[in-house]
């Protein structure tokens, strides 16, 4: 239940900016980029991989996690489910940073599910 009170909120802001990323010409920040320079060349993140500034670091964490996982899910043609993902179940910390890494998995595990959904 948990995880369907978080998806409805980030679909929300999802959906309330799409038409400010599309006013802002018709590259994406959807899509990650190369950064010039000297040096091999680095993928810069797209804007949606940036956990929620109200995160603390467990959550950022987990956040991370989630993306990844949702992008190995998606390379590898499995269902989307963070719950079947080893990381869920083996969440580091306490119980209080548990729940708090979790929060995090589940919320960049669903924002990556939608936005490389899309490609």
């Known amino acids: 239940m948990k995880r369907y009170s978080l ?3 980030l679909l929300a ?8 990323l599309l006013a802002q010409g018709a590259k994406s920040d959807d899509q990650p980029k190369e950064a010039s320079g000297s ?5 810069v993140k797209a804007k949606w991989e940036k956990p929620p500034e ?3 670091d467990v959550q950022r964490q987990g956040f991370h996690d989630g993306i990844e996982a949702a992008r190995d899910d998606l390379q590898n043609q499995r ?7 080893n990381e869920f179940h083996h969440a580091p910390g ?4 548990h729940e708090q890494y979790l929060e995090g998995f589940r919320t960049g595990y669903d924002l990556a599910f939608y936005y490389l959904q899309k490609k």
């Open 94 to 97: 306490s119980k209080h940073s």
């Open 79 to 85: 269902p989307q489910d963070p719950e079947k993902r």
């Open 7 to 9: 998806a409805l909120p």
């Open 13 to 20: 802001i999802a959906l309330a900016s799409s038409p400010l």
């Open 54 to 56: 109200e995160f603390n």
């Open 39 to 43: 040096q091999a060349p680095a993928v």
